[in-house]
């Protein structure tokens, strides 16, 4: 495959759509790429399997969702210590003990990664919100969660796919 132009369509702070011409075994064509920056997400968890969610609004889905802790990884910032921070800023919590359990695309249609970590040994201190979080931490049984996503009540894919893979880790005694 070969790039032949790439202009950018659109930029905020965290997208750019990207138009690309390409040229593939003798075929050339064009596509809108999405560029989303890369971004953490933490499963916080106690030992003996409650984990920290947050109840989050979300503008886009118009209500709340229940999810992991997560958020974007600033330019020349290092994953793990941008987890550490949206720990702290959107739980409160601080933890000792880290463990980097995935490092996945989000979706085959768009480049963008997750760094995925479990976090344990935590302690509370006071959160960090920003202007337009709405945040509630709730703790829970990792069965419940797991409810919880069986019957439709988490939908975010990424934050879901990281529960079985804890899940499954925490089972085998990886964690």
């Known amino acids: 495959m070969k790039?032949?132009?790439?202009?950018?369509?659109y930029?905020?702070?965290?997208?750019?759509?990207i138009e690309k011409s390409f040229e593939r075994n003798g075929k050339t064509f064009t596509k809108d790429i999405i560029e989303r920056n890369p971004i953490v997400a933490v499963i916080p968890y106690t030992t003996n399997n409650d984990i920290y969610m947050e109840s989050q609004f979300r503008d886009a889905?118009?209500?709340?969702?229940?999810?992991?802790?997560?958020?974007?990884?600033e330019k020349g910032d290092e994953p793990l210590e941008t987890a550490k921070k949206e720990l702290k800023e959107e739980s409160g919590l601080v933890a000792t003990t880290w463990h980097k359990i995935a490092y996945w695309d989000i979706s085959v249609n768009m480049q963008a990664k997750v760094h995925v970590y479990a976090a344990t040994g935590l302690s509370q201190e006071d959160t960090a919100?920003?202007?337009?979080?709405?945040?509630?931490?709730?703790?829970?049984?990792?069965?419940?969660?797991?409810?919880?996503?069986?019957?439709?009540?988490?939908?975010?894919?990424?934050?879901?796919a990281a529960l079985f893979l804890f899940k499954k880790l925490r089972e085998e005694g990886k964690l």
């Open 129 to 160: 919100l920003e202007n337009d979080e709405e945040i509630e931490m709730v703790k829970m049984p990792l069965d419940k969660v797991i409810e919880k996503i069986e019957n439709g009540e988490m939908t975010a894919g990424y934050h879901i």
């Open 11 to 17: 930029s905020s702070k965290y997208f750019r759509v």
């Open 3 to 9: 790039i032949l132009s790439k202009k950018t369509l």
């Open 61 to 73: 889905l118009g209500g709340l969702s229940l999810e992991i802790v997560a958020g974007h990884i």
